[in-house]
């Protein structure tokens, strides 16, 4: 695609710019391999590649959109991670999961042994290193860390686990969607499509939102956005539920379909124009039962929406 464009002059002087950048990079990678960043495990290459001149030249093109992200892992970790020093929100070790989730002062649940964030961190220096282990995937050795596909596979779910109840605060919900919605519109990312599950938002006065609810959110999220910023095109919302949720849910998956895709007609007009985006079967696809995608197939022959799968 665009091969057989004709470059204006101004537009071959910027390619040449970004091709002598370009080349330097393969010239020094054939000099010394082992500094090739393209050689290396992105873990261990992602800084240098972000602070490299080519990457910042890219970062300023206009892409146009972002066609696959998921809901709770689009905003930068920088962003995440400065979530955790909020007032009111507590830490728990629960089976094996470290959870995190506000409350009001004195009044967190009995269900966990809750503990404020900010005494535990006062309690041991190496609290943060702890908690951003929980939070990322990035490791020292990510090759001995995730020998095997399943195992890099629950490591990241396993992080949704952790920051689920961090992020589905109403007041950080709404400030996470817009930051989201911000750091794609720096990287000149003028539309988007995300996957998400709806999931119950809470605040601290007890109070629960429901998928009805949670689109309701994301719609003045988005209109506040594109007020503060109108080159921004729009987004799309695909419901995407965990395969692992389906199953233990069973049956319910016929009736929770139609519930959802109510919730979703709220982007009409809104998120995205003509109705709910679709439906996107998200699992490990080397591991998922494939009986379920008859399922899925048969409540598509009814409902507006199509199917894909991870």
Sequence with gaps: MGASLSLTPKEQRVNDILMNYKLSEYDEGFLNP???????????????????????IIRQLPKGASLHSHDTAIASF???????????????????????????????????EWKLLSKLRAANSSFDAFLKSKMTLIVDYPEFAYPNLNSVW?????????????????????????????????????????????????????????GVQVVGLYYETLKKFKKDYPAFHGARFIYAPQEEGLQRNGGQLRGD???????????????????????RFVSNIFACRNKLYSEIFSLCEDHACFVDSS
Aim: glycine share 8%; net charge negative.
């Design 34 to 56: 082992g500094s090739f960043l393209a050689a290396q495990h992105f873990f261990k290459s992602k800084a240098a590649i972000e602070n490299s001149e080519i990457f910042k």
């Design 78 to 112: 920088e962003y995440l991670f400065n979530l955790t020093y909020r007032d009111n929100l507590y830490g728990c070790h629960k089976e094996e999961f470290f959870i995190l989730r506000f409350f009001k002062e004195n009044n967190a649940s009995a269900e966990c």
């Design 154 to 210: 629950k490591a990241f779910m396993d992080i949704f686990v952790t920051v689920a109840d961090l992020i589905g605060y109403k007041p950080v919900w709404q400030e996470y969607f817009y930051q989201v919605l911000k750091e794609l519109y720096e990287d000149n990312v003028m539309y988007v499509e995300f996957r998400g599950i709806l999931p119950e938002v809470y605040d601290l006065e007890g109070n629960t939102y429901d």
């Design 257 to 279: 379909l139609p519930e959802n895709e109510a919730a979703l007609s709220g982007f009409r007009g809104g998120i995205r124009p003509g109705g709910p985006g679709g439906f």
